[in-house]
């Protein structure tokens, strides 16, 4: 049995969704993928369901439920050692899930992720680099943790487990130098702004897709959060 157990959530974002999920299967470590499909339309569930690798398995949801309650959801009863998020809107490399769970063996971390700021970000930040991790108490759209270490989190956040990885008793962070392409940021290549997605971002963000650029709108949190 793989000791890693990721979960995928999506929801109407076919788009990002046919180049992140590649990208996962195309991991150079064995794991299980959990893909939560949370109520798209017909197009998604569609072309999910033409994806034929055995490490994945599906779960087809009626309705759009907070990314909170899904992860604690799946987590609780995913096996494995180590368990893990990966967002639908990212390109993940090769190297991203065997390098986060050699970080995580070196010591005990709480949440790691891949680092979703762009280098020109890093000319007004300076991060403080502690064993080649930035330590950060939230971390982004994709991390690993172990599964002993995660309790749950019930709240109704519509991002996820901020509150939680902010409590957490051991270091979270972006593993140095293991870079993700963020789909949603408005300089990536391969961005794209539709209604939908803007709708989205300006529930989730408070912003536009067009203002969104990953390092300033985690400007406040690099200031406030970088230990």
């Not at 599964?147 to 749950?152: A, H, I, L, Q, T």
Request: aromatic share 14%.
């Amino acid at each position: 049995m793989a000791d890693l157990d990721l979960l995928m959530v999506t929801h109407n974002r076919l788009n990002y969704l046919q180049r992140a999920l590649p990208s996962v299967l195309a991991q150079d470590y064995d794991f299980n993928l959990l893909m939560w499909d949370n109520g798209s339309g017909n197009e998604t569930v569609k072309w999910l369901l033409s994806q034929k690798d055995p490490r994945v398995s599906f779960h087809f949801n009626k309705t759009n439920d907070s990314l909170a309650s899904v992860t604690t959801k799946v987590f609780k009863n995913f096996k494995a050692e180590y368990v893990g998020k990966v967002d639908s809107d990212i390109i993940f490399p090769s190297s991203w899930a065997r390098r986060l769970i050699d970080k995580h063996k070196e010591r005990h971390y709480g949440f790691l992720g891949g680092i979703h700021f762009r280098p020109e970000d890093f000319e007004r930040f300076h991060p403080i680099i502690e064993n080649g991790v930035w330590h950060k108490h939230h971390i982004g759209g994709n991390y690993i943790i172990r599964r002993e270490d995660f309790g749950g989190y019930e709240g109704k956040g519509v991002m996820g487990l901020s509150e939680y990885q902010e409590e957490m008793g051991y270091p979270n962070g972006y593993l140095w130098n293991l870079w993700i392409e963020h789909m949603e940021d408005a300089r990536s290549l391969y961005y794209i702004h539709t209604k939908e997605y803007d709708e989205y971002k300006k529930k989730t963000r408070g912003m536009t897709l067009e203002k969104y650029q990953t390092g300033i709108v985690n400007h406040n949190y690099l200031k406030e959060n970088t230990l």
